[in-house]
């Protein structure tokens, strides 16, 4: 069974930077993109951005140009920059492995607060 683990999440000022990592174990079968996703406080989880095994990016509006998502595959490796980060960023962010844009496999999350 492969596992998605998420790190790097904490507390950083508004304005400041943060790198998470999502780790894989094994083989990624029948998948073609990963992403990542986020969910604040009272609100749904929705998409920050997902990279297709193509080399396709797409992001949130409200993180174009301050966020940007990459991968090592030598290090089964996926990763979101986050820069310029203002409070409305805050929530658990997810790392998120597609098949045909649709999730099938979730990480366990990890906590980014960013205060004013």
């Known amino acids: 069974q492969v596992q998605l683990v998420e790190s790097g999440g904490g507390l950083v000022q508004a304005g400041g930077s943060l790198r998470l990592s999502c780790t894989y174990s094994g083989t990624l079968v029948s998948i073609n993109a990963m992403a990542w996703y986020r969910q604040a406080p009272g609100k749904q989880r929705e998409l920050v951005a997902r990279?297709?095994?193509?080399?396709?990016?797409n992001y949130a509006d409200s993180v174009k140009g301050r966020f940007s998502i990459s991968r090592d595959n030598a290090k089964n490796t996926e990763y979101l920059q986050m820069n310029s980060l203002k409070p409305d960023d805050t929530g658990v962010y997810y790392c998120?492995?597609?098949?045909?844009?649709?999730?099938?496999?979730w990480g366990q999350g990890t906590q980014v607060t960013v205060s004013s």
């Open positions: 990279l297709s095994f193509g080399g396709a990016t």
């Open positions: 998120a492995a597609l098949r045909f844009m649709t999730p099938r496999l």
